[in-house]
């Protein structure tokens, strides 16, 4: 059974980078044609999608994030990191990743076969 465990800093000064890490079990990250997503849902706010990291390695962000996202992948740890820099209070939210079998844009929850529990990041000082 796959498994997919978020783990972040908890609290990050504003301007900081974000740095948040999906540790994948029970699979490989490069096996099958799968994207891995990273999602994330501010307090009171729908789920908003952020970004993917594809099988080949290839990524692909959200337009309104694109410019202070990275997702990278360590495939000998069988981890996927998000890095969000330049960060403000408004990025305080849970994140989550969830893995599709299809290039997936949007958040819903029905378009992902499997989901973490997610890790909650607050930015402030």
């Known amino acids: 059974q796959m498994q997919l465990q978020e783990s972040g800093p908890g609290l990050v000064n504003p301007s900081q980078t974000l740095s948040v890490t999906c540790t994948v079990s029970?699979?490989?990250?490069?096996?099958?044609?799968?994207?891995w997503s990273w999602i994330r849902q501010p307090p009171e706010k729908e789920l908003e999608w952020i970004g993917y990291?594809?099988?080949?390695?290839?990524?692909h962000y959200s337009p309104s994030l694109k410019s202070r996202t990275s997702i990278s992948r360590d495939t000998s740890k069988n981890q996927i990191t998000l890095q969000l820099s330049s960060v403000t209070p408004e990025d305080t939210a849970v994140y989550y990743c969830?893995?599709?079998?299809?290039?997936?844009?949007?958040?819903?929850?029905?378009?992902?076969?499997?989901w973490g529990q997610g890790t909650q990041v607050t930015v402030s000082s």
């Open positions: 029970g699979g490989s990250i490069t096996g099958g044609y799968y994207y």
């Open positions: 969830a893995r599709a079998r299809r290039p997936t844009i949007v958040p819903d929850r029905g378009a992902y076969d499997y």
């Open positions: 990291i594809a099988y080949t390695g290839g990524t």
